[in-house]
Structure formats: structure tokens, C-alpha cells
């Protein structure tokens, strides 16, 4: 996923700091014992002091890659905290986190009545954990309060796990952008509000 727009200007979404959560429960056991939450991922407003946090999950996420992608590609999606910083800029990000440790990131930027999302990534020990659902879960929420029309992300073909997981979530492929990213298309998923 690539780059962020700005908000529409005088437009000022909501500022919901706690978001649905995700809960793993073990199995119920053969005696009737209640199942109790193993761990809880908590989605909430990023603010200006997780930048360094998030800054460091980004580098483990794109680490997995080296070798798979190319540098560039990752060197654009590793920002620095000055970088990050700049991409807040009209953009609202959501972090989660696990046992207080950020796991998972995504940006929303609104424009013209949609709202795009961006930079979403999730720990690669945090993955199949519902982590990235939540995350987008936490943008639909965001944008129905700010009165949006639809969702839409871009997203490369190599990347068939998220491809797979915005089509679960109700995004269907709605274009192609021909060498659009790095001289790579890059398909457009959408869901309609």
C-alpha cells in the first residue's frame, strides 16, 4: 500500500481514542470451565508518542522482506520518526496493541467523502490473530462518524494475505493503476458504507 492524501479541508473526523478490541479465548474445557481471554488487542488513536514504537514495528515487518522485495520498495515503507511524523500530516492513525506493545498500524485519510487506507501492517509474531481486522475495523467505524461514502486501499499482487483479507472484510476489486507504484500496478479494492 502506498502513499497518503490529505483531509478534506474544514473536515474533521472523529477523535475516538478506544476502538473495538479483539479478543483470542482458549477453547472451553471438558470440566465446564468458563474460557477466559488469553490476550485482548486494544485499537486505539496513535498519537505522536507511539511514532517511535511504530517506527520500530514497521522495521520488523519490513526486515521479514530483505531479500524478497526489492530495497527500494522497502526503504519506502520503513520511514524514519521525522518521516512518519510528516506522514501523520492529515492522517489518522490507529495503533494496536497487545500486552502494551504496539502489533499493528494503519492510517485513514479522508478525501472527497471516501477514506483511504494506508500503511497497514501488523507484527509478523502478531499475525492470524484478528490484529488486522480490528485495525480495519477501527477505520470503517472512523469513517462512518465522519460521514464518508466508501472505503478503498491499494494494494500490489504480492501481497495475497491482504488481498485475501480486504475481500473477507467486504472490499471488492474496483481498477488497476498500470505501473503505478515503482513501475508495479497496484489493484484498488473498495467497500461501499
Not at 53 to 62: M, Q, T
Amino acid at each position: 500500500m502506498a502513499g497518503a492524501n490529505r483531509t478534506d479541508e474544514g473536515t474533521q473526523p472523529p477523535e475516538g481514542k478506544h476502538l473495538p478490541t479483539a479478543t483470542a479465548e482458549r477453547p472451553s474445557t471438558r470440566n465446564g470451565e468458563v474460557p477466559h481471554p488469553v490476550s485482548v488487542v486494544v485499537v486505539t488513536q496513535a498519537t505522536h508518542s507511539d511514532i517511535p514504537e511504530i517506527c520500530a514495528l514497521y522495521k520488523r515487518v519490513w526486515d521479514d522482506y530483505k531479500g524478497k522485495l526489492p530495497e527500494e520498495l522497502i526503504k519506502t515503507w520503513e520511514p524514519s520518526t521525522l518521516e512518519f511524523t510528516s506522514w501523520m500530516e492529515g492522517v489518522t492513525y490507529f495503533a494496536a496493541r497487545k500486552d502494551k506493545r504496539v502489533v499493528g498500524v494503519v492510517g485513514c485519510s479522508l478525501l472527497q467523502g471516501a477514506v483511504q487506507l494506508v500503511h497497514l501492517a501488523v507484527d509478523p509474531e502478531a499475525r492470524r490473530a484478528g490484529i488486522a481486522s480490528s485495525l480495519v475495523g477501527a477505520c470503517m467505524e472512523w469513517a462512518r462518524r465522519a460521514g464518508a461514502a466508501s472505503l478503498w486501499v491499494e494494494a500490489q499482487n504480492r501481497f495475497d494475505g491482504a488481498i485475501a483479507l480486504f475481500r473477507k472484510l467486504g472490499f471488492t476489486e474496483s481498477g488497476t493503476l498500470h505501473k503505478h507504484f515503482l513501475h508495479e500496478d497496484v489493484h484498488l479494492y473498495e467497500r461501499v458504507l
